[in-house]
């Protein structure tokens, strides 16, 4: 099997030099993401729900930025629903989707249970079976959106490249991964996006179902469960998405997100920051009204008068008003208090959503808005028509993404701490034990806060 063979042989030094740089930079934003959602409703509740029902036994793995011990099922589980919890990760165009919020977390869960038990991994090896489960998660999410007839969440997808990526850690024999596979995608977890879309909620796009899913068809799978073939892997029609597996990179179409908010509303967002840098005098007070045209998809967000958190960042219009009213669009305007400010909510209900046909024909491929601000004195203003800043043909410095990690981690962490993760992802490569650095990510920071006893 081409697929198994790539699993097992595959190293990280195969892949090209920017691909390796991505993983890496992959890796950082996540761990970002994580920080800034570690003290949020969903992630506290997440990582009480995985204490009570999942103790620690013969495995155990460490809650991320908390230091409890729980199975490493419940450790997936709450590692996947924190990062989904702000949607500030990465993701992948022809997926329509994100793998990382899935993997990361799922396979920090799993080395976690290795070293618990004495045993080492090095960065290299940490970051090649990194690689694996995001080169293949998307791959399976590709194929997943040509052959299934609904659009469904990330974590239908994802679990595939945990298996994966944790079939190279556990060194599984064939048969094996095979099960596992067959185990993850049958029982995979197969929302339908478009409900959440319509009615936000912390269910989000999946992860945590999808990192639950990944580590529990590992763990059947070496028991001796049988799984039936997986059916986007093995048929003879999609082998065309695993044919190139080793030598194209699906990874190299990663996009990062500047604001954490839903990946449809960046396009209306970055076209709105690029009107406001023309026109300095654009504030909130010269505004009368906001004309976004954009897909149908992005259309369906909505989102003027949030009650919570999730309905927030599943919004366009709610963050687009944010980002008039306060100049920024980061973790504080789309959680907590923030969402009933009356300076953004006025804003929000000027702000009219409706479809471009001409752009709804370009998505998945292309994701675009253009926006029109007409202000008090009767003028009008009109971006040209935008891309999201992030995607790879307009993508972020590597400061711009330093300085979004830090914007996400300082205020969580402490910047000694932030500062340490970074330099210990950096440093990846060339470790030859990675205990420190999952000491750095699983305990609890000595000057952070904490919401629970």
């Known amino acids: 099997m081409q697929l198994y063979s790539f699993v097992q042989n595959f190293n990280y030094s195969d892949a090209p030099l920017h691909t390796r740089e991505l993983v890496q930079t992959c890796l950082l934003d996540i761990i970002g993401v994580a920080a800034g959602s570690r003290n949020n409703r969903t992630s506290v509740i997440l990582k009480d729900f ?3 029902h999942y103790p620690a036994n013969t495995l155990s793995s460490r809650l991320w930025f908390d230091g409890r011990t729980v199975h490493p099922l419940g450790a997936a589980y709450a590692g ?3 990062i989904d919890s702000l949607d500030a990760h990465e993701g992948h165009f022809t997926s329509k989707g994100h793998a990382g919020a899935t993997v990361v977390p ?3 869960t799993l080395v976690d249970a290795y070293l618990s038990q004495g045993k080492d991994i090095s960065g290299e090896e940490l970051l090649s079976a990194l690689c694996i489960g995001y080169e293949t998660a998307l791959r399976a999410g590709q194929v997943l959106m040509a052959t299934a007839p609904e659009y469904h969440a990330s974590g239908a997808f994802s679990g595939i490249g945990v298996v994966c990526a944790g079939a190279r850690l556990l060194k599984l024999d064939e048969a094996t991964f095979r099960h596992a596979l067959g185990i993850a995608e049958y029982f995979g977890p197969r929302c339908p996006m478009m409900r959440l879309v319509n009615f936000p909620s912390m269910l989000r796009d999946a992860h945590g179902a999808g990192a639950y899913n990944g580590i529990n068809a590992l763990l059947m799978a070496q028991m001796g469960v049988t799984g039936a073939p997986a059916a986007t892997v093995e048929p003879q029609e999609v082998s065309r998405f695993w044919d190139d597996i080793g030598t194209r990179w699906e990874i190299d179409e990663q996009y990062f997100k500047p604001w954490p908010v839903c990946r449809w ?3 209306a967002l970055t076209a709105m920051t690029a009107l406001m840098h023309l026109h300095p005098t654009l504030s909130a007070e010269s505004v009368e009204t906001i004309d976004v045209e954009t897909f149908y998809e992005s259309v369906c967000l909505q989102g003027h008068f949030p009650n919570n958190a999730d309905e927030a960042q599943y919004a366009l219009a709610f963050p687009l008003a ?3 009213a306060r100049g920024k669009v980061g973790p504080d305007e789309v959680t907590g208090d923030t969402i009933h400010a009356p300076d953004i909510l006025h804003i929000s209900a000027q702000i009219t959503l409706r479809e471009g046909v001409d752009l709804s024909a370009l998505f998945p491929e292309k994701i675009l808005s253009r926006v029109t601000v007409t202000l008090k004195d009767g003028s009008r203003l009109t971006s ?7 995607d790879p043909g307009n993508p972020m410095s590597s400061e711009e993404l330093s300085e979004k990690y830090h914007l996400l981690a300082d205020a969580s962490l402490g910047a000694s701490l932030s500062d340490a993760i970074e330099r210990s992802v950096n440093a990846l490569p060339g ?9 750095l990510l699983l305990s609890p920071p000595k000057n952070g806060t904490s919401h629970h006893g």
């Open 322 to 324: 944010a980002l008039i």
């Open 384 to 390: 040209p028509t935008s891309t999201a800043k992030g």
């Open 106 to 108: 799922a396979i920090v």
């Open 80 to 82: 996947g629903f924190c």
């Open 431 to 439: 470790r030859e034990n990675c205990q420190a650095f999952f000491n």
């Open 265 to 267: 509303a960046q396009p």
């Open 50 to 52: 995985a204490d009570t």
